[in-house]
């Protein structure tokens, strides 16, 4: 089917299967259009740790995202720690999971005009991280005095989100994640039909070429 003509993904919703990340055998590549469009946020992990060597990776990967004017307005607090990744899960309304994945990646960004440098830093440690074989989920952490201070992080730089990264449970999501997603993502994936303009917006039909 072409990619036009493609009803909404409803592989999202509540009733969705096992969902795990792609595993890798020794020097297996992955297809990079693979990692991307099969990437999907989990929040329920194992208790497996994640190798240092494969969190500097991903870390690294981060590190190689675009930014306006190549400015590079991010630092990272990788938390490992179990007592500081709990403490951490108290600060956003939806960050329970920080407590049990294998590690937090906070960004922090020079100013609140970076978050779209933010993004783009967040999408590429997730992906990286996927293309690994390990699941991420980005969360906001609302209680940003709480934050700073479970962080250590002074007046200066601003927390753009967090991430958990941890290896996906082979039982798939947990069932308070799930209940979330019936609410939050039932809606499945938009149709690109739905998305795209040619040309001009409004202009739903695709030139010959692209079609
Ligand atoms: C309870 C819950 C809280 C979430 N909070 C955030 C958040 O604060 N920020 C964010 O970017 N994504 C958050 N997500 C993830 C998005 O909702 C996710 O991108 C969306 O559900 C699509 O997931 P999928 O790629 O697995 O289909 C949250 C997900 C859940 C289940």
Known sequence: MRLLDQ??????????????????????????YGVIVGKRDLRTYTDQPIPSGTLLRILNAARRSGSSRNRQPWEFVVVTDREERARLAHCGRFAAHLATAAAVVVILIESPRDQ????????????????QGIASCPVT???????????????GPVIAT?????YPHPRG????????????TGRGRKPLADLVHWNRYGNRRAPAASA
Not at 116 to 131: E, K, P, V
Not at 141 to 155: I, K, S
């Open 7 to 32: 009803p909404r993904d409803s592989r999202d919703g509540p009733g969705a299967g096992r969902l795990l990340a792609p595993r890798l055998g020794d020097g297996a590549r992955m297809d990079p």
């Open 116 to 131: 779209f440098d933010a993004g783009r830093c967040a999408q590429t440690l997730m992906l990286a991280a996927w293309s």
């Open 141 to 155: 952490l609302h209680h940003d005095v709480r934050a700073r201070e479970v962080l250590g992080v002074a007046a």
């Open 162 to 166: 967090a991430i958990a990264l941890g």
């Open 173 to 184: 999501r947990g069932p308070i994640e799930r209940m979330a997603l019936g609410i939050l």
